[in-house]
Structures are given as structure tokens and as C-alpha cells.
């Protein structure tokens, strides 16, 4: 069903051999479009991943379908460690694959956030650069980065990479780079 459908809306799919757990970036994310489609387009290339999502997504009436498709929530309003408690989910499982937008909203940010990196560094998985390419109607995954621990180095390899990768809404696409208080912190 989900090969018919994202035919029928014109898409195609881009697949990769994977490891069996990793960090799942997508970017760019500009548009709330960009959710059904990735899901199509995971569910065409095999991948049973988790994604990440703020908690307000999971309340009443559809909050049980948001953790159907694979979503987990978390509370942006207060820090709770989320780094740290990601990290335990990839050591209890065998297989696990964790999808989180860096940009961290639909609107133009400065910056992304690093939280994605500090996840694959701390559970020793690497990171896997999904996207979705509007003009080109082409999603799914790109190189395998193994985190290296230069932060700023391993950005400048992703920067490449979605540079002539277009979300919906250009306009709203972040900056791919660190944030001042981000150099120093996991966050």
C-alpha cells in the first residue's frame, strides 16, 4: 500500500544498506508534509524506526495513533536528561533506529540542534542522513556518517551532503551549524 501510494503522489524512494541501529536525521523539515511522506517513504525502504516529536503531538484524539507509527514524545519544555535516556534505548535493544528532524521545528531556525549527534556518539551508533527532496520528488537515505566526535567537521559533511536537497517551503529550510551555546553543551 504504502509503494502505491507514494507512486501515485509521484515519489520515489532512495535506498541504502543499513546497520541494524543508527540515528535517522531528516532534514530539510519545512512543511507538515514532510511527516506522511517520510512515513510512506520508511515504510517502502523497510525501516520500522522510532521518530521523535514534541508531546503536545501525542494528546487526545490522535495521540495513540502517533505512537502506532513509531512516535515517542518529549517534553521540549524542560530538560530531562533526553540525551542520556536515548542512549539507554539503543544499549537495551539489538536493533533500533531513532528518526529526529535536527532543525527541531517546521520554521527557519538559525541552527540546528545537536542532541541527534550526542545520541549516536554516547550509544556508538552511527548517523544516517534520511531527506526529502521536493523538486526531484526523491526521499529516503544518504550517506552513513560515523560520529567522530569533531562536531563541526562532521556538520560540514552533512552541510554537503543537503545542499542541493529542497524541502517544501525553501524559505523555512535552518541553517545547518552550530548554535553558540551548543559548542560546549549536548543538548
Do not use: C
Not at 535516556?85 to 533500533?96: A, G, P, S, T
Not at 529526529?100 to 550526542?118: D, L, N, Q, S, V
Amino acid at each position: 500500500m504504502s509503494r502505491f501510494l507514494l507512486r501515485l503522489i509521484g515519489w520515489t524512494a532512495d535506498e541504502r544498506p543499513v546497520p541494524d541501529k543508527y540515528v535517522l536525521i531528516g532534514s530539510p523539515h519545512t512543511s507538515n508534509w514532510d511527516f506522511p511522506i517520510a512515513l510512506l517513504l520508511m515504510r517502502v525502504i523497510g525501516i520500522e524506526g522510532h521518530w521523535i516529536a514534541k508531546h503536545t503531538v501525542f494528546r487526545w484524539p490522535i495521540g495513540w495513533l502517533m505512537r502506532r507509527l513509531g512516535g515517542l514524545p518529549v517534553d521540549r519544555r524542560a530538560s530531562h536528561n533526553f540525551v542520556d535516556q536515548i542512549v539507554e534505548r539503543f544499549e537495551e535493544r539489538d536493533r533500533l533506529v531513532i528518526t529526529i528532524a535536527p532543525e527541531g521545528t517546521r520554521k527557519r531556525t538559525a541552527h540546528w540542534k545537536t542532541g541527534f549527534y550526542y545520541i549516536a556518539l554516547g550509544a556508538g551508533v552511527p548517523i544516517v542522513l534520511g531527506y526529502l527532496d521536493y523538486p526531484n520528488k526523491r526521499g529516503g537515505l544518504g550517506p552513513t556518517i560515523e560520529p567522530s566526535g569533531d562536531l563541526a567537521a562532521d556538520l560540514d559533511r552533512m552541510k554537503e551532503f543537503y545542499s542541493d536537497k529542497t524541502g517544501r517551503r525553501p524559505g523555512k529550510t535552518g541553517e545547518i551549524a552550530i548554535a553558540t551555546s551548543q559548542k560546549n553543551d549536548r543538548t
